[in-house]
């Protein structure tokens, strides 16, 4: 059994920061990349960042220069921090954990960005 936990959401002001977190724990082998994805009301899912465990990183464009992700192997465990946030950004943010040929989601947190 494998458990993907996000936390950090919340409701921000345009421009504002927030670091979200995310714990994989339970019986999981070694991870090997982790990722950041969000689904905004009325939208699809769409992937925002990722990073392997040798901390390659990549991210969409429209969140390039603002969010920042990093992890700690050592904890299983993913950040991401987002800065200068917009009123786009604003979704429920869900982890993603790739274990040899499995994927681990969490439930989400969701982050408001008010204009």
């Known amino acids: 059994q494998v458990q993907v936990v996000e936390s950090g959401g919340g409701l921000v002001q345009t421009g504002g920061s927030l670091r979200l977190s995310c714990a994989a724990s339970?019986?999981?082998?070694?991870?090997?990349?982790m990722g950041w994805y969000r689904q905004a009301p009325g939208k699809v899912r769409e992937w925002v960042a990722r990073?392997?465990?040798?901390?390659?990183?990549n991210y969409v464009d429209s969140v390039k220069g603002r969010f920042t992700i990093s992890r700690e192997n050592a904890k299983n465990t993913a950040y991401l921090q987002m800065n200068s946030l917009k009123p786009e950004d604003t979704a429920v943010y869900y982890c993603?954990?790739?274990?040899?040929?499995?994927?681990?989601w969490g439930k989400g947190t969701l982050v408001t960005v008010s204009s």
């Open positions: 339970g019986t999981i082998s070694s991870i090997s990349a």
């Open positions: 990073i392997t465990r040798g901390g390659f990183t």
């Open positions: 993603k954990v790739q274990s040899g040929d499995m994927d681990y």
